[in-house]
Nanobody, 125 residues
Framework: QVQLVESGGGLVQPGDSLRLTCTAS????????MGWFRQAPGKEREGVAM????????YYGDSVDGRFTIRRDVSKNVVFLQMNSLTPDDTAVYYC??????????????????WGQGTQVTVSS
């Protein structure tokens, strides 16, 4: 079964760190560009980070650049999102997604064809 499953969300305090895990099954995530998106209530889905297939080339949204890191573990077929220095503005449901080949704008959610169910991240004191 082709699917993505996110895990690792939770409630943390401002300044804390959290690592999200996206577990792929039914395909090799290393053969695709893989992205992380987030969506807060009342807001559009926002591109957070993306890693290019078979490389370590990565892209980040402006709001998380320097704080978040996306990486792969090819042997486990997972993609991680390490989030540091979290703030309340990072509160959202976080989604992992697989990008269609040949896409042009990594931060456009319409360019992704497979999504996980999402994991909630809440940053609050």
């Amino acid at each position: 079964q082709v699917q993505l499953v996110e895990s690792g969300g939770g409630l943390v305090q401002p300044g804390d760190s959290l690592r999200l895990t996206c577990t792929a099954s039914g395909f090799s995530s290393n053969d695709y560009d893989m992205g992380w998106f987030r969506q807060a209530p009342g807001k559009e889905r926002e591109g957070v980070a993306m890693i290019i297939r078979r490389t370590i080339t990565r892209y980040y949204g402006d709001s998380v650049d320097g704080r978040f890191t996306i990486r792969r573990d090819v042997s486990k077929n997972v993609v991680f999102l390490q989030m540091n220095s979290l703030t309340p503005d990072d509160t959202a449901v976080y989604y992992c997604a697989r990008r269609r080949p040949g896409s042009s704008n990594w931060a456009n959610y319409a360019e992704y064809d497979l999504w996980g169910q999402g994991t909630q991240v809440t940053v609050s004191s």
